[in-house]
């Protein structure tokens, strides 16, 4: 190892151990994930998944209600494709680490916020998290649902649909042109305006209303830790950044190395 090395790792302790400290005196934490967690696992982002067939379609096409109206059965196998990719990796020591920390932390309250929709906090054991963007792995409906709509009993096919009515069953996340969930986006921002730390990975910040969350934080005086292995949109809000993967820094910062929650 040369000295440029040895410094960079020694910065990273440094900042990691900085980090554990102030998420070991924290209160009210609260931790907003983006890609960058989810791309440890080995999970593409929308545009990587875009190969091969699906290379000739715009983002456009595939992720709104006029593409989604215009071709249902292509946009709904290429949602089944995008489960297919998510299903077949694992949650990593990040997302682990973050669900170990939550079942631990009884001495103030703890909110996970995500821009993923791949599910995997889900499966690492992490409860109740806000998932601003929806869930790939669920399903609403196109069209506000008339009494004849039920999910549970849609009519197979590409896409299913009510058998009744014709509405169209679509995949639960947020596509272009459309807002953030409410009630989701609702208890995120309460989150964010309550926390005294708010600790940001995996994320560019480039994407509103969720990047807004660290600079709402920020605002109230609350501590923010970004953790990220290159620099994002959101590093002037920052009071310390650690350039880690999620898999590297999260079992450090939140001190659950040696533990593990079964999927």
């Known amino acids: 190892m040369n000295d440029e090395e040895s410094t960079g790792q020694t910065e990273q302790e440094e900042s990691m151990a900085v980090a554990a400290q102030w998420v070991a005196a924290a209160r009210n934490i609260v931790v907003l994930t983006g890609a960058g967690i989810s791309a440890e696992s080995g999970v593409p982002t929308f545009r990587d998944a875009q190969t091969g067939f699906w290379s000739q379609y715009r983002p456009e096409d595939m992720a709104s209600q006029a593409g989604y109206r215009a071709n249902p059965a292509m946009v709904w196998?290429?949602?089944?494709?995008?489960?297919?990719?998510?299903?077949?990796?694992?949650?990593?020591?990040?997302?682990?680490?973050?669900?170990?920390?939550?079942?631990s932390h009884k001495a103030g309250a703890f909110t996970l916020v995500t821009q993923n929709v791949d599910g995997l906090h889900r499966r690492a054991g992490s409860p109740g998290v806000l998932c601003l963007h929806g869930d790939l792995n669920t399903q609403s409906?196109?069209?506000?649902?008339?009494?004849?709509?039920?999910?549970?009993?849609?009519?197979?096919?590409?896409?299913?649909?009510c058998d009744r009515c014709g509405n169209l069953v679509r995949?639960?996340?947020?596509?272009?042109?459309?807002?953030?969930?409410?009630?989701?986006?609702?208890?995120?921002?309460?989150?964010?305006?309550?926390?005294?730390?708010?600790?940001?990975?995996?994320?560019?910040?480039?994407?509103?209303?969720?990047?807004?969350?660290?600079?709402?934080?920020?605002?109230?005086?609350?501590?923010?830790?970004?953790?990220?292995?290159?620099?994002s949109e959101l590093d002037d809000a920052a009071d310390l950044i650690v350039r880690a993967p999620a898999t590297v820094a999260l079992p450090w910062i939140l001190g659950t190395r040696e533990t593990r929650i079964a999927a």
């Open 141 to 161: 409906w196109l069209d506000t649902p008339k009494d004849c709509c039920h999910l549970d009993h849609a009519e197979a096919g590409d896409p299913p649909h």
């Open 77 to 103: 196998r290429w949602y089944e494709y995008r489960r297919e990719l998510v299903a077949k990796v694992n949650p990593n020591a990040g997302h682990y680490a973050l669900a170990a920390f939550e079942a």
């Open 171 to 231: 995949p639960a996340v947020v596509w272009f042109g459309e807002a953030l969930p409410y009630r989701v986006l609702d208890a995120a921002q309460k989150a964010a305006e309550a926390c005294d730390l708010m600790l940001v990975v995996g994320t560019a910040g480039a994407v509103y209303p969720a990047a807004g969350l660290a600079r709402l934080a920020a605002r109230v005086g609350a501590k923010v830790i970004i953790v990220n292995t290159a620099p």
